[in-house]
């Protein structure tokens, strides 16, 4: 496949959800609401579970799977108040020494009205300075979608993974396009310019792993086999930063995305 093919079978629907990765990897998940500021955002689920025998803090931001799910969950597109919470459990997260994992699956953060006169950008930023700063693990997956700040805001980790046909990036590919031919049908051309996709950005040092993917996702046995191999090693990797001091963890950490770019 291109990587645009990649990026529209990503966005077709037929893949798991963050809900349905929390629901196979962990037990005991306990979904916590609200970031008592303004409300509660469904397009960011949150919580805190078992991973085997190590209690996890779990974020993940759900698109929903029929029509009725997607709109209730605005179609993984979060408003300030989903960010602000996603906040408040890593802060919590911090408080209790649990690691963080959060799955990362939007086209971006919403940009409706009154998401903007709810701080969006400010939310989102005040997620990257905290994140890069929080004294405990925190691993990122990207699962489907990873769309600019949106997506960043989840994903300012010490160990980032992504799907293999995932993709992540600044700009969608057709945003792109737009901006520079005028011209959204030119989005496979942008996105070989962009390099969105997870190989390029693994020989780019921006992810850590790729994550190879079942060649259908709706046969159940292919997807148990990928959720048990996955859960085997997000508990290795948990462990082993674990096992990391405070110190050295938020300096690699803070080393890892200065590099990011780099010539």
């Known amino acids: 496949m291109t990587i645009f093919e990649k990026i529209q079978y990503t966005r077709s629907g037929k893949r798991p959800t963050a809900s349905a990765y929390i629901n196979a990897l962990f037990t005991d998940f ?79 953060a919403y940009c409706g009205i009154g998401a903007e006169e709810r701080g969006q950008g400010s939310a989102i930023a005040e997620n990257l300075y905290e994140m890069i700063t929080l004294q405990t693990p925190v691993l990122s997956i990207v699962i489907g979608e990873g769309g600019s700040g949106g997506a960043l805001a989840l994903a300012v980790a010490d160990t980032v993974w992504m799907l293999e046909n995932a993709y992540y990036s600044v700009v969608s590919p057709e945003g792109c396009a737009s901006i520079l031919w005028k011209d959204s049908a030119k989005a ?76």
Request: avoid cysteine; charged fraction near 30%.
């Open 188 to 263: 496979d051309q942008a996105a070989a310019a962009l390099k969105p996709d997870a190989q390029n950005l693994y020989d780019l040092g921006v992810i850590e792993k790729i994550i190879p993917e079942p060649a259908d996702f709706s046969a159940d046995a292919e997807k148990e086999q990928f959720f048990s191999s996955l859960e085997k090693e997000l508990t290795a990797e948990i462990r082993r930063l674990q096992e990391t001091s405070s110190d050295t963890l938020l300096a690699n950490r803070y080393e890892k995305f200065r590099k990011v770019g780099r010539i």
């Open 30 to 108: 306990t979904e916590l609401h609200g970031d008592r500021r303004f409300g509660d955002d469904s397009a960011v689920i949150g919580g805190i579970a078992m991973l085997r025998d190590t209690p996890v803090t779990v974020i993940g931001i759900e698109k929903g799977t029929d029509t009725n799910d997607k709109i209730q969950h605005n179609f993984g597109q979060a408003n300030p108040e989903g960010y602000r919470k996603a906040l408040r459990l890593m802060k919590q997260a911090e408080k209790f020494h649990r690691p963080v994992i959060t799955f990362v699956d939007t086209a971006g």
